[in-house]
């Protein structure tokens, strides 16, 4: 949910509770299989932040962006595959695969230089590789941010989800990797993933 906003005139009179248990009350014989309800807040804006937290909404932990124009430098081989929700990015250098990404469209996202119009979020993230060193990844995701400007992830998702007893060393430092790693802007100003604890959810009470 975004984009919610009450008139300052009429602030204080509880809209904001009725419109979300309206939105609550809709959905539940519509979509059988939601078991819960995320908003963004904008960062700095404690009311709202404060609102939905009386709403029964809790923080997400591990919630990250990236937003904006980052320079590819990398000369890593792409190729897509896509399945009916998902794409899958698999970077490859001159001789093997390096890196799969796998991600679907989260929502939609206005932005001047977004012309997709939309923003994705990354679901996992897989090295193909046995022994991948940290330029290797650093390249692969390098490449992915450059043509996939505007994505969010949950860095304890992925961790969680997608353990694997062979790739348990690359899982347990992935989380530290994504927040390490440094982009080049288009201004030539250094940025990096930006975690945010402006993400709430709230379970949807079918019952």
Known sequence: MCGAWTNPKYRGQGLANMVNNQLFKNLKPIKKNIHSFALLTLEGNEAAYNLYKKLGYTKIDGEASILGDIVNTSDYHVRILKQSKTQTAIYSSNTQDLLSITYSIDQ???????????????????????????????????????????????????????????????YQKLKDYLYQFEFLTSDNSVVKITPTDKVMKKELQLH
């Open 108 to 170: 939609l996202f206005a932005h001047p230089k977004n012309l997709s119009g939309t923003m994705i979020r990354i679901i996992k993230i897989e090295p193909l590789k046995q022994k991948l060193n940290k330029e290797e990844l650093y390249n692969s995701l390098q490449a992915f941010f450059s043509a996939n400007r505007f994505c969010k992830l949950n860095i304890n998702e992925l961790v969680q989800n997608n353990q694997d007893k062979k790739q348990s060393l690359f």
